[in-house]
């Protein structure tokens, strides 16, 4: 069964702690996603990959950054979180256009509070 | 630019009867639509989709959609509600030109009523 999985179900940090959110999937997708998801507002996309070492910034970047060394991991960090980053957050991922569908399949989430 | 409504925040209907999520949306090119399904703390979990072919689409837990190109909608149905279908559902959309990525609705909350 293909997996996206997430590190972390509940995380509970400090603020202006750097935090580190760790997305893995065994489908060897080419393209990652970040998401938050927030009552009211729906899914918003943070950050994606196309691509090993590549990102592009979505709809609401500021206060995130991401890795992707491998092609199976895609990292959200916080550089210094904030209350207003509390949130629950969902990592994706999706073959290819025009490769096996073109399906995203999602992590179960990390639901992340700063105080 | 794509696009897409979900125009009722929540929906109630008793066990035992149909059941309708609406969603219209708008995007350049040929559409990609996609329902999901959303239980408390997890992620999205995939219900249907449609890219081609029969405008009828049937998916998982016995739901299905009905594509409709002049009305730009893609409501999700139910003939017949559980309880167990109680849940937040997504209906997203993507064009058919190479690296569009989703655009998701806001979701629509669904409560079956025992």
């Known amino acids: 069964d293909v997996k996206v999985t997430q590190s972390s179900r509940y995380l509970v940090k400090r603020t202006g702690e750097k935090v580190f959110l760790e997305c893995v999937q065994d489908m060897d997708h080419e393209n990652m996603f970040w998401y938050r998801q927030d009552p009211g507002l729906g899914l918003r996309l943070i950050y994606f990959?196309?691509?090993?070492?590549?990102?592009e910034k979505g709809d609401i970047p500021e206060g995130y950054s991401v890795s992707r060394e491998k092609k199976e991991r895609f990292s959200l960090i916080l550089e210094s979180a904030s209350t207003n980053q509390t949130s629950m957050y969902l990592c994706?991922?999706?073959?290819?256009?025009?490769?096996?569908?073109?399906?995203?399949?999602f992590g179960s989430g990390t639901r992340l509070t700063v105080v | 630019a794509q696009s897409v409504a979900q125009p009722e925040d929540q929906v109630n209907v008793a066990e035992g009867n149909p059941l309708t999520v609406k969603c219209t949306y708008s995007v350049s090119g040929n559409p990609y639509l996609f329902w999901y399904v959303q239980y408390p703390n997890r992620g999205l979990q995939f219900l249907l989709k449609y890219i081609t072919g029969d405008n009828l689409v049937k998916g998982s837990y016995g739901f299905e959609a009905e594509f409709n190109k002049s009305q730009t909608s893609f409501h999700l149905k139910k003939p017949s509600a559980l309880v167990s279908d109680s849940a937040l559902y997504f209906c997203a959309v993507t064009g058919d030109n190479y690296g569009q990525n989703f655009v998701f609705g806001p979701g629509t909350r669904l409560s079956v009523l025992p």
């Open positions: 990959s196309y691509d090993v070492k590549m990102k």
């Open positions: 994706a991922s999706r073959p290819l256009v025009g490769r096996g569908g073109y399906g995203y399949t």
